[in-house]
């Protein structure tokens, strides 16, 4: 199983599912539904009616691990920083090359190849294949949504070198908009920069945004993401924006709040409001196994968290995180391998 597994890594890191793009992800999704199918007893239990794919497979009943994973990646970015194409999914003794193949397709096919192990050994197991969650869990909020799940427990299959996560932080993006008036650049006094305005009032006033820190989370933190604004030189820009990404522990309310705050004639819009995961201590199914930090990234979780349950979450998956979202993206096949053995395990230890 682990040969025929490895080649559907393969088909799948050759296929472009960058966020976005909802035939190709729903494309690739239905490759991974194909391969998992195949085995009897594993079957399709819901899927999308419309707007972003996600499907969810399952053996027996919906009482055993959840497994979330999603279809979609990031950009290639320059190809002038790869060595390799970035869909080859070339193979090496040690490595699984390409796009996607850490985040998370790895972990994607690891948790369907156990889902066919469940299905032969007669215990239960779920996979929830999920779209554009780099650009902010998308396919997981419109699933969770349309979902009834009662996992004993959830497992995000990311990249954490197969040591178990028990969270990461919640994430809230702010989109701010100013207003000013414009004016020829020889008079700035006859109008109103935005650009400046968002630089004094918002820029400036960052030091004064409410942080938290959680023990095991860290400490909240601010990017600013982007700053737009200005048609030319000689024209005092009548508008402007800028995006911040506010990693949270407890809650994005303090952060919206802030903004809403800083001027009248700056409007705040929460483009996102994910909140954090946490679960308090290592579940008994994963005793033995080692442990990690918070995650850095956020995942699908956030977004379905609050439909799941009450179950545990927690991000285990192959792969170094260092290579998610990096040009020479690449999987370790030894790590892959071991998420197999981990989540078999796992499936096998909850049926009992």
Not at 140 to 153: D, Y
Request: glycine fraction near 10%; include cysteine; charge should be negative.
């Amino acid at each position: 199983m682990t040969d025929e597994a490895l080649a559907l890594l393969g088909d799948l890191v050759r296929q472009d599912t960058t966020s976005g793009g909802n035939a190709a992800q729903s494309a690739a999704q239905e490759l991974a539904v194909s391969y998992a199918t195949a085995t009897s007893g594993v079957r399709v239990l819901q899927r999308s009616a419309s707007g972003r794919p996600w499907v969810l497979l399952g053996t027996g009943s919906p009482d055993g691990p959840l497994f979330v994973c999603h279809i979609d990646t990031v950009p290639v970015g320059s190809l002038d920083l790869w060595d390799r194409a970035p869909f080859s999914a070339d193979v090496d003794e040690e490595f699984l090359h390409g796009r996607g193949s850490v985040d998370m397709k790895g972990g994607l096919v690891a948790a369907l190849a156990v889902l066919r192990n469940a299905a032969e050994a007669g215990a239960d197991a779920q996979v929830l294949i999920t779209s554009d969650e780099e650009i902010g869990c998308r396919g997981a909020a419109e699933a969770s949504a349309a979902l009834n799940l009662t996992p004993r427990i959830v497992v995000v299959p990311e990249a954490t070198q197969n040591h178990v996560s028990l969270g990461h932080r919640g994430a809230t993006w702010l989109r701010l908009a100013a207003e000013g008036k414009a004016a020829h650049g020889s008079t700035p006094h006859l109008g109103r920069n935005a650009i400046q305005l968002l630089a004094d009032r918002a820029l400036g006033a960052l030091g004064s945004l409410p942080l938290s820190t959680e023990d095991y989370l860290g400490e909240e933190t601010v990017n600013v993401g982007t700053f737009e604004g200005g048609t030319a030189t000689n024209i005092v820009p009548a508008s402007a924006t800028l995006t911040l990404d506010v990693r949270t522990v407890d809650g994005g309310a303090p952060a919206i709040a802030w903004a809403a705050s800083l001027d009248p004639a700056i409007t705040a819009e929460v483009e996102l409001d994910l909140p954090a995961v946490r679960t308090p201590h290592l579940p008994d199914a994963l005793a033995g196994h080692a442990t990690a930090p918070a995650a850095s990234y956020f995942t699908d979780a956030s977004a379905l968290s609050g439909s799941v349950g009450g179950a545990p979450i927690v991000i285990w998956g192959p792969g170094d995180p260092r290579q998610m979202h990096a040009a020479n993206e690449k999987l370790e096949l030894e790590s892959w391998r071991q998420a197999l053995r981990n989540y078999r395990e796992l499936v096998l230890s909850v049926a009992r």
